[in-house]
Every structure is written in structure tokens, then in C-alpha cells.
């Protein structure tokens, strides 16, 4: 089972940044986002496709629709930078499936 | 604070062996799922192996099946990741991570600072 990111994003100061996560599993089991920087271990930014853990940012956002799952980031800030992996599971839940990984850059 | 703190990794030949620790404290161990993922140098996440609360089921990655067992000691409040017949491929940085979905669906909410592991001759 794979899910597919979109290599790289890049965006403003300021604009919105839209991460797309594509699988087949999606409409079955929730995904989830993660916000690695370099050198530092990854960080939930969003969870059950769409709720927000205490202490991220309100400009983080998540929706599902279907196979695909979309990371919103609004307002993007320069410490936004970073590396932003979806994950979900399979179908069966025999499995933890991370997507490629999607470097954003703010210009 | 819940704190997550991997030891054990380092320099080891193919086909040696390493066992990897993950210290848990600030949260109760014994509730909590725990996986181990890992990233090779410059590549994305890969998720390694997990297990349940009581240590009763674990499950693996294709990748690694046969080489590697997870293991916990809840008394201890610590993880555990032994790895065999390390290949080339298995050099990366391996994260414990914790598991707050009780089975119902795995997902990390806090993660160590993870433990290189170079396997080379």
C-alpha cells in the first residue's frame, strides 16, 4: 500500500500552502500529518484528518475528500519551512503507511 | 513532560547485530502502543514494527520480518528494538515513537530524538 505526496510546495510569506496526500485506504482510515525540520524529530500537526493537537497554530488545517487527504497551511510563515508527511494505516490496520514526504519552501 | 529517549544505536558490520532502547518517562508506559520508525540519511519516514500496551501483539514491516523484534518492559518503562542480520539498507535513524489510539488506529503524537544506526563494513 502506497500513499503519494507531492514532492516539493513552494509559497510566500503569507499565501496559502496546500500539501495533497493520495491512497487508496483514505476513505477507510484517517490520516494523520507530521511537520519534521532538519534534524529534529517529526511533529503531529494534524490528526484524524482534520483536528489540530494542542499547541499547533490555527493556520494548520486538514480535510479529507475521498482518496485524497490535504494539509492546509494559511498565513504561511517563514518557520513554516519544512519537511510535511501524511500517514494512515491499511485497510486491515496491518500496517502504518507514510507517504514520500513534501518539502515546503517558503520563498 | 512525556520524554521518549533512544540509546543503543552506532557502528555495526553487516550481518551483525544491535539492540536498541527507548527510555519512557512523564507519561503511564504501560497504556500506551509504541512503534519504532525509521529514516535512512536524506530519505522519508518508514515505519518499523509496533506493539500493544501489554507486549501480547506485535507486528512488523515486510521489510524487516525475521530480523528484527520489538519487545517492551513495562516495569522498566522501556522499548526495545532488537535488530539481526543488519544489512546496508538498515542504516537510518530509528525514532521510538508513542501511540495514543489504543489499536483503533496507529498514529504518533510524541516522538524521540532517535539513535543512528550505521550498518558498513
Known amino acids: 500500500y502506497e500513499m503519494t505526496q507531492p514532492p516539493s510546495v513552494s509559497v510566500s510569506p503569507g499565501q496559502t500552502a496546500r500539501i495533497t496526500c493520495s491512497g487508496d485506504a483514505l476513505p477507510k482510515q484517517y490520516a494523520y500529518w507530521y511537520q519534521q525540520k532538519p534534524g529534529q524529530a517529526p511533529v503531529l500537526v494534524i490528526y484524524k484528518d482534520s483536528e489540530r493537537p494542542s499547541g499547533i497554530p490555527e493556520r494548520f488545517s486538514g480535510s479529507s475528500s475521498g482518496t485524497t487527504v490535504t494539509l492546509t497551511i494559511s498565513g504561511v510563515q517563514a518557520e513554516d519551512e519544512a519537511d510535511y508527511y501524511c500517514?494512515?494505516?491499511?485497510?486491515?490496520?496491518?500496517?502504518?503507511?507514510f507517504g514520500g514526504g513534501t518539502k515546503l519552501t517558503v520563498l | 513532560e512525556v520524554q521518549l529517549v533512544e540509546s543503543g544505536g552506532g557502528l555495526v558490520q553487516p550481518g551483525g547485530s544491535l539492540r536498541l532502547s527507548c527510555a519512557a518517562s512523564g507519561f503511564t508506559f504501560s497504556s500506551y502502543w509504541m512503534h519504532w520508525v525509521r529514516q535512512a540519511p536524506g530519505k522519508g519516514l518508514v515505519w518499523v514494527s509496533r506493539i500493544n500496551s501489554d507486549g501480547t501483539i506485535t507486528n512488523s514491516a515486510d521489510s524487516v520480518k525475521g530480523r528484527f523484534t520489538i519487545a517492551r518492559d513495562n516495569a522498566k518503562n522501556t522499548l526495545f528494538l532488537q535488530m539481526n542480520s543488519l544489512r546496508a539498507g538498515d542504516t537510518a535513524v530509528y525514532y521510538c515513537?508513542?501511540?495514543?489510539?489504543?489499536?483503533?488506529?496507529?498514529?504518533?503524537?510524541?516522538w524521540g530524538r532517535g539513535t543512528l544506526v550505521t550498518v558498513s563494513s
Open positions: 500517514q494512515s494505516a491499511d485497510s486491515n490496520l496491518t500496517c502504518v503507511v
Open positions: 515513537a508513542r501511540d495514543p489510539s489504543d489499536g483503533s488506529g496507529y498514529y504518533f503524537d510524541r
